[in-house]
C-alpha cells in the first residue's frame, strides 16, 4: 500500500490534500477503506456546514460495520463528492482519486497532521 507522499493525514486514517485557494479535499486512507470492506453508504456534511477538527462530520457504512468519519481540520464545506454519495465504491476502489469525500475551506489545522511516512509508521504499529 502507497500513501501519497503530497498529502498529510490523520491518526484517525483520513487524508487531507495541500489547500488550493484555501481549500482543501479530504477522504479516507486505503489502509481505513480495507479495513472498512465494501462501503455501501456514505453520510457527508452537507455544503455550508462548518466541520472541526477531530470531531465526527458523517459516517461511512460498509459490509462489515459502520464508521465515523472525523474531520482533519477545521472549517467550512464547499463541496461534497455526489459521485460517492451515488456509488460509495469509489470510497473502495480509488480512496485516493476519484473517491474523495469533501471540500473545505480550512480556518484550522491541527498540528499533528502526519506526512505519509509518518502515517505509514503509525498504521505499522
Same mark, same amino acid.
Do not use: M, Q, W
Given at each position: 500500500m502507497s500513501n501519497p507522499q503530497q498529502l498529510?493525514?490523520?491518526?484517525?486514517h483520513e487524508w487531507l490534500s495541500?489547500?488550493?485557494d484555501g481549500v482543501s479535499t479530504v477522504g479516507i +486512507?486505503?489502509?481505513a477503506s480495507n479495513a472498512l470492506g465494501d462501503v455501501?453508504?456514505?453520510q457527508l456534511p452537507e455544503v455550508g456546514d462548518t466541520v472541526t477538527a477531530g470531531e465526527t462530520?458523517?459516517?461511512?457504512?460498509? +459490509?462489515?460495520s459502520v464508521s465515523d468519519l472525523y474531520?482533519?481540520?477545521t472549517g467550512e464545506v +464547499?463541496?461534497?463528492n455526489e459521485d460517492v454519495v451515488n456509488d460509495p465504491s469509489l470510497?473502495?476502489?480509488a480512496p485516493f482519486e476519484g473517491g474523495w469525500l469533501f471540500k473545505v475551506r480550512v480556518t484550522e489545522e491541527p498540528a499533528d497532521l502526519l506526512s505519509a511516512d509518518e502515517y505509514d509508521a503509525h498504521i505499522a504499529g
Open positions: 498529510r493525514y490523520s491518526k484517525e495541500d489547500a488550493e +486512507t486505503e489502509h455501501v453508504f456514505v462530520c458523517g459516517e461511512l457504512e460498509s +459490509t462489515k474531520s482533519p481540520v +464547499t463541496e461534497i470510497v473502495n476502489s
